[in-house]
């Protein structure tokens, strides 16, 4: 089975969380047979990862331009055409933006799976028309695509109540690995860090990740002892992210990692005492997967896409309340949850190819 993937900024090491998605999923899909291609957008190919295989995974790089309101429709209608003189059983597209190319993949003649990560139009940094064309990408999947494939329920309302699809539609969470943590302290003395004494977050810094109101909710909280650490970046520096950065540079005992992998990650993980999300708008973050693999207790917002059923009601704070968010820091840290044990048997990305796996046989069936 020949497979090639659009919407996605590239594999691997490239900062978000589809990304994370697709370097998790396709080589499990490639173990299980089948022929994958990635088509990655050029402008995130730099010298650490311009190669052409990623674990079995074939990856083709295709122009994008570095400006957020035109990346991904101009990188995914010519991906598009790429993908179809690949001759490929079907394309998967991921998210609802790129997937306005789906009319076009159907008139190639192409076999099409979409994978809705949410609600992107909500997301605080699309002005208005980009909304607009966010949501017409959300109407095209739900109108054309062969199959979706929706990480949480609330995506499975959203379609049933905006564009009455309820055929051909599979929930497949996001997942995480069982990771293997780092014994070893090196990276975070370096950021003048102690084991259990700091609290973290981690995220691209744009307004729905509400990563500045954390800081001042840290700052408004006087936790004595402890650092706030923030690790992530701007795809895009614009005035959100320079301002952000300003902010966590004057605040005391903040620190910022900038986007950071593998053992640099794991030390900060591994040593870390609480996780924070407090995004307004998520599809199923892949972030708090990874924070409760590590066993971190958490505090959250409490929007749909954060309310995981291992999490308990002490774990959640208002989404638009900073009084709600700077207590519940204060709570957390007086109140620590050491070693916390969630069950994550649904996050499995074994099982989740497998899944995967058999969406795309019942595409081609039919």
């Known amino acids: 089975m020949k497979v090639v993937v659009l919407g996605t900024r590239g594999i691997p090491g490239i900062q978000g969380g589809v990304e994370t998605h697709c370097e998790q999923l396709y080589p499990r899909l490639v173990a299980r047979g089948c022929d994958v291609t990635v088509i990655r957008r050029t402008c995130y190919v730099t010298g650490d990862n311009k190669i052409h295989e990623y674990k079995g995974v074939k990856l083709i790089d295709v122009y994008a331009p570095r400006r957020k309101s035109l990346e991904a429709i101009v990188h995914t209608t010519l991906a598009t055409f ?39 139009y909500e997301r605080l940094k699309w002005g208005r028309l980009a909304k607009a064309v966010i949501k017409l990408g959300e109407r095209m999947q739900a109108r054309y695509s062969n199959h ?159 309310r995981l059923e291992a999490l308990d009601s002490q774990d959640f704070f208002s989404v638009n309340n900073m009084d709600d968010l700077t207590m519940s820091l204060q709570r957390k840290v007086d109140n620590p949850e050491p070693n916390r044990h969630y069950d994550l048997s649904n996050y499995n990305w074994d099982n989740i190819a497998q899944q995967t796996l058999s969406v795309y046989e019942q595409v081609l069936r039919k």
């Open 82 to 120: 790429k993908a179809w003189q690949l001759k490929p059983d079907l394309v998967h597209i991921h998210a609802v933006g790129p997937s306005i190319c789906i009319p076009l993949a159907k008139i190639l003649g192409m076999n099409v799976v979409a994978t809705n990560h949410g609600p992107d």
């Open 148 to 306: 979706i494939i929706a990480i949480n329920n609330v995506i499975i309302d959203i379609l049933k109540r905006e564009y009455s699809r309820v055929k051909d539609v599979t929930v497949i969470y996001n997942g995480v690995n069982t990771p293997i943590k780092s014994t070893s302290t090196s990276y975070i003395e370096q950021l003048g860090l102690s084991p259990g004494k700091y609290i973290m977050a981690m995220g691209r810094f744009v307004p729905e990740k509400r990563l500045d109101w954390l800081i001042k909710a840290f700052h408004r909280a006087h936790i004595d002892g402890y650092k706030l650490v923030i690790a992530g970046d701007s795809d895009h520096d614009d005035s959100y992210s320079l301002q952000l950065k300003q902010l966590a540079n004057a605040t005391p005992d903040v620190v910022l990692t900038g986007f950071i992998k593998g053992e640099k990650l794991n030390q900060v993980l591994s040593n870390a005492t609480l996780f924070v999300l407090p995004s307004t708008h998520e599809g199923l973050p892949i972030s708090l997967l990874e924070a409760m693999s590590y066993n971190l207790d958490v505090l959250v917002s409490d929007i749909p896409a954060n």
